[in-house]
């Protein structure tokens, strides 16, 4: 979930929260001080506007009428957002995959070659599995796929520790993989303009 | 419910909707116009502040927190205002009632206006019930009470139908009422003066009774720094004591919260003259104000004339008669050692009595018969010294007693000289007399009615009770200032009854069958002594002068007769012991200065007080001082048949000086029948004006100072008295109911017991236990010039069954 949706309806209800009580007071005939009731009401007034524009930013044709009709769009907005998300995760392990498979193993030994070919091969297998499970899959730690094999090469213990641990929790071929493989020994294939 | 709290609560919440519309909007992310809701905030702000303004105003101690409990507030102030307007409801029907009350219905016929007054009766009563039921009462259509009526008979219909409707269905008997009542028939009370009065009306009315105040304190001071002047001690302590009276009635006027009532007259220092000044008619109003208000100030004033006040700060005046300044009169001065009657007598220069001073009369009628009972008590009265106001000189001692003796003894002749079949003397003696010498007098002095009781024992026993009344015409006595004077007595039964008449109005009663009296007297006039020997007159004037001869005769015999009885006091006067019970003997005898003569004599004197222990001195008794009738009469034996007892004192008009008895005081002019205004047929050179003279015969009569006793009157002797024994009435007599007066002759030592009694006279049964009650008796020492002497008084004690 973007984390501006909560901070935006939380302000939104804190502001109007205040003016309540203000509101009740004055219902009470109680004295009040104005000037922070109309500050408070000015705060809600703001805090409305944002949780609209982010309604908007989502669904700019969408309408409600109340609170209740705002809950369900923004439970609406919510699930698009999560979607989007997952399908973000499967598209880096994808394209990960996609990255291994384009690269060459080069070392002076051919059965070193043949063993890490085999273990490329094994994480490979294990990115486009994790990609097509059902659900959300788990994220991949690191950066874009074109640079992931040259970050995840230098990670090193203790300073990424976590990074690390979720690899070999999440990830164990690819951590294999990385952890056998030296970054020159990744030779990534040119491709050649046409 | 009160219309202020929906409107109060409608304006916040009206002024909160917007502001929670908002709110809801806000919380659903809409948009809202924010301006108007500021604007709606500040003016649900101002709407709280008018609300709690309210309720501040009902429960100023009230709190709360919430709307809830706001909501508690105002219902509990609404509570509150629903009972008083309940009971400005009740208050509205019982002020109707009242106002009902309080009119009058007017019709030409009475029994209209009885039955209206009888409907008006079930309207009150109907409006007061329902003024009294629980809850709330019904409510009364129409304006106020005190236009309620006009408003009610003025209703028609269908005009006013709803009004009718609801007076009908709520108040029948109103209803009836005002149906039947025109508007012209119904007078309102008159209302009460505007009671709201502005703040500088109330200054006035506080300054306005400030001043009243003041000047009530002022003339209270006032009072309080003069003096009364008179020549007797018993007058001055009389007005001294009215004095006092009138002082604390305007201090305690002056007190009132209310405000003291107004007070007539000048400022204080001349209010005293001015009062003295006021006369009936032409003052009434002030006096009316005066008595109404300020009784005892009234009283004061009544009985003070002008020149017996002296005022703080200034000479006393001097009265016309040379009044002796009697300041601070309450003690007894001492008795000057001069010689004379006069000095003798009182205890302060003698002064003859003021004629001159201001007279009270036209005042009060009464008044005038308090002064002619005065004039006969003063007379009578040991201290008074009454003498001619022109200064007659005094006589010494024995000229004096040789004149009294002979006095009394042509007074004894007299009385014995009236015949039983004198009942009574002509009223057609003429009033006017010519005034030529010794023929005038005669007339002048007129028996108004004698009326002896018949008594077996006549003629010595002539009457068993008389009353005199003997009045010297002024005019009779030319020059002479007399007026009147008023001498009743009352005698014992076994006396006589005389009347000190001149043998010469025995003679005109004589001489009726042949002649009126005024012819009698025309033709003596005429024709002198020789004219009484005509035909006419002669068989008349022979028996009569052999009536006076026996009358003479039996005289001395009476005369003697009383000396060897030894009864030689005045009978008039009785101090009478009272048994009270004859079942408790033991209880305190009254005791008073009655005349039981007089009683006799059906005078009664209910207006006089009976004097009860009173003391000498009266200030410590806190009464009003009292002349003391009965003291004078038992120092005056030689009158005891010509003299009576003062007419009643009344209390609330005490006595007013005598300064007419003085006027009846001739000069003594020589003459060879004796002098004008002396009993006629006195002897010659008796003293002037007899009845004056023997009053002056009895104050020679009394011991002079230094005397080791002297008798004193039984009224003297009662004021004396400190202790008294009530008798035991014998039961022998008790059972015989026998009752009766038992007069005993006692002696006062100078300690004050009773040192002898004798009985003089009474039913021997009853005289031992009055002897022995009495023996027990003790008195305050007979003071004279400041000395304790013996005093010889006599005592009666009177036992009655029924008491």
Known sequence: MIPLWPSTIASLDDSLNQLSESLEKLKAAKPVNITEVTDQLKTAVESARNLRALVSAEMPEATWQDRAELDVLIAEIQKRIEARHIEGLRARLTALAAELERGTIVHRRAVRVTQLNQMRDAAVKELRSQAAAPGKPQALPGPDPDEWLDWACGLQEPDDTESLQTLRKEFVRLDDFVANLEPNMWVVKKEILV | MSSVWPSALGSLDDSLALPFDTVGKLKAAQTVDIDAVVQQLHAAAESGVRLRALISAELPDASWQSRAELHAVIAEIQKLEEARRIEQLRSRLLALATELEGGKIVHRRAARVTELNQLREQAIKELLSQGAIEGTPPILPGPEPDQWVEWACGLQEPEDTESLEILRQRFPQLDDFVTNLEPDMWQPETPPQASVESAEDAEERRKALEQRRSRLLALATELERGSVVHHRVL?????????????????????????????????????????????????????????????????????????????????????????????????????????????????????????????????????????????????????????????????????????????????????????????????????????????????????????????????????????????????????????????????????????????????????????????????????????????????????????????????????????????????????????????????????????????????????????????????????????????????????????????????????????????????????????????????????????????????????????????????????????????????????????????????????????????LKGNPVLTQAAIDAVKQWRYRPYALNGEPVEADTQISVTFTPQQ
């Open chain 2, 235 to 759: 007058r001055v302590n009389e007005l001294n004591y009215l004095r006092d009276q009138a002082i604390k009635e305007l201090r305690s006027q002056a007190k009132l919260p209310s405000g003291p009532k107004p007070l007539p007259g000048p400022e204080a220092d001349q209010w005293i003259e001015w009062a003295c000044g006021l006369r009936e008619p032409q003052d009434a109003e002030a006096l009316q104000t005066l008595r109404k208000a300020f009784s005892r100030l009234d009283d004061f004033i009544a009985n003070l004339e002008p020149n017996m006040w002296k005022p703080a700060g200034l000479p006393p005046r001097t009265p016309p008669d040379g009044g002796r300044p009697a300041d601070k009169p309450r003690q007894e001065p001492p008795a000057p050692a001069t010689k004379g009657v006069a000095e003798y007598a009182v205890a302060a220069p003698p002064i003859p009595i003021n004629v001159a001073g201001k007279s009270s009369g036209g005042r009060d009628k009464a008044q005038v018969q308090v002064a002619r009972a005065e004039s006969a008590v003063s007379a009578l009265e040991p201290e008074t010294v009454v003498v001619p106001s022109n200064g007659t000189p005094s006589r010494s001692d024995e000229e004096i007693q040789r004149m009294q003796a002979r006095e009394r003894e042509a007074l004894a002749r007299i009385k014995s000289a009236i015949p039983e079949t004198v009942r009574t003397f002509d009223h057609r003696i003429p009033r006017s007399a010519s005034g030529k010498g010794n023929r005038a007098v005669a007339p002048a002095i007129q028996k108004e009615r004698v009326e002896p009781k018949a008594s077996p024992e006549a003629p010595r026993a002539t009457a068993a009770a008389a009353a005199v009344v003997v009045e010297p015409i002024k005019a009779a006595i030319p020059g002479e200032a007399i007026k009147k004077t008023v001498i009743v007595r009352a005698v014992p039964d076994d006396k006589p009854a005389v009347a000190a008449k001149a043998p010469q109005a025995v003679s005109a009663t004589q001489t009726e069958a042949s002649g009126t009296w005024a012819e009698f007297v025309s033709d003596f006039k005429d024709g002198g002594v020789g004219a009484l020997l005509q035909d006419r007159w002669r068989l008349p004037v022979v028996g009569v002068a052999l009536l006076v001869l026996v009358l003479l005769v039996l005289g001395t015999v009476y005369w003697v007769h009383r000396s060897h009885a030894g009864n030689n006091a005045v009978k008039a006067a009785e101090t009478s012991v009272v048994t009270p019970s004859n079942a408790a003997s033991t209880a305190q005898p009254a005791i008073s200065t009655d005349s039981a003569a007089t009683t006799a004599a059906g005078k009664t004197q209910a207006d006089k007080p009976k004097t009860k222990d009173q003391p000498k001195d009266q200030s410590a008794t806190g009464k009003p001082p009292e002349p003391a009738p009965s003291q004078a009469v038992t120092q005056a034996p030689a009158l005891d048949a010509s003299l009576r007892l003062p007419a009643p004192v009344p209390k609330a008009a005490p006595p007013v000086a005598n300064k007419e008895i003085a006027k009846e005081e001739p000069p003594a002019p020589n003459g060879a029948m004796g002098v004008a205004g002396s009993v006629p047929g006195g002897l010659p050179g008796g003293a002037p004006s007899s009845v004056i003279n023997v009053v002056k015969d009895l104050s020679a009569a009394e011991p002079k100072p230094g005397t080791q006793k002297v008798t004193v009157s039984s009224g003297v002797a009662q004021g004396l008295l400190v202790h008294r024994v009530a008798p035991q009435y014998p039961a022998q007599a008790k059972q015989a109911r026998l009752q009766g007066t038992v007069v005993l002759q006692a002696v006062i030592g100078k300690d004050g017991n009773v040192t002898s009694v004798k009985a």
